[in-house]
């Protein structure tokens, strides 16, 4: 079974730049997280969909950042115009479902930098 | 809200020794689930254990057991006979198994080195 893709690996960029990252989960994972890791820290959620709807995006940026799933599927997460602060780890991970049973699967991740 | 504290930023264990990590949490629910992922330089998360709270019995997969308190809402990850690949960042985390809105709540990490 394939595992959770995400891309690029590595991105550097200037702060007001804007940057996408994308995702593809595990075929047939109805639920979708979208992480942020900074340096030192623990993941914490940026927004969650279930199939191509959002269930959660209370933590997420709306200012600056936004997120699409298209058809349930791949996955999308933008930043438009990026600062410093947000350098860190984008995760993404999937699920078969939003219930805690479920083992999320995670990607390999995007390191962004800011500069 | 719930919260989940790792006091150990860093930790260091001998190869074929055992460690044990620790993790605390806070929540007011009665069920859920509590994990410890594994976080190499690659990256990747790798769910090393999960543990149900509904269940008294310590989970426990090969090298690798918990202590779970849920009084005390302690887990602790203890690892036996160390190798040099377990070196990595540990996380503990926890997910709410009432909820359908069941984000992982993460700590902020330990630090493992393995000594050869």
């Known amino acids: 079974e394939a595992g959770v893709a995400q891309s690029p690996r590595y991105k550097i960029i200037e702060k007001r730049q804007s940057v996408a990252f994308w995702c593809n989960p595990i075929?047939?994972?109805?639920?979708l997280y979208w992480y942020q890791q900074i340096l030192g820290q623990g993941p914490k959620l940026l927004i969650q969909?279930?199939?191509?709807?959002?269930?959660?995006d209370s933590q997420l940026p709306k200012d600056r950042f936004s997120a699409e799933r298209l058809k349930g599927v791949d996955s999308t997460l933008k930043i438009q115009p990026a600062k410093l602060e947000d350098s860190a780890v984008y995760l993404c991970?999937?699920?078969?479902?939003?219930?805690?049973?479920?083992?999320?699967?995670f990607g390999p991740g995007t390191r962004l930098t800011v500069t | 809200a719930q919260t989940v504290t790792q006091s150990q930023p860093e930790m260091s264990v001998q190869e074929a020794e055992t460690v044990t990590l620790s993790c605390t949490y806070d929540?007011?629910?009665?069920?859920?689930?509590l994990f410890w992922y594994k976080q190499p330089p690659s990256r990747q998360m790798i769910l090393v254990i999960r543990?149900?709270?509904?269940?008294?019995q310590n989970a426990t997969e090969n090298r690798f057991s918990v202590n779970f308190q849920k009084a005390a809402k302690s887990f602790s990850l203890k690892i036996s006979d160390s190798q040099l690949g377990d070196a990595a960042m540990y996380f503990c985390?926890?997910?709410?198994?009432?909820?359908?809105?069941?984000?992982?709540?993460f700590g902020k990490g330990t630090r493992l080195s393995v000594i050869a």
């Open positions: 991970a999937s699920s078969w479902s939003v219930y805690g049973e479920d083992e999320q699967y």
């Open positions: 075929s047939g994972h109805a639920t």
């Open positions: 969909f279930q199939n191509n709807g959002v269930v959660d």
């Open positions: 929540t007011s629910e009665s069920d859920y689930y």
């Open positions: 543990q149900e709270a509904y269940k008294q």
């Open positions: 985390a926890y997910r709410s198994a009432w909820s359908g809105n069941t984000p992982l709540v």
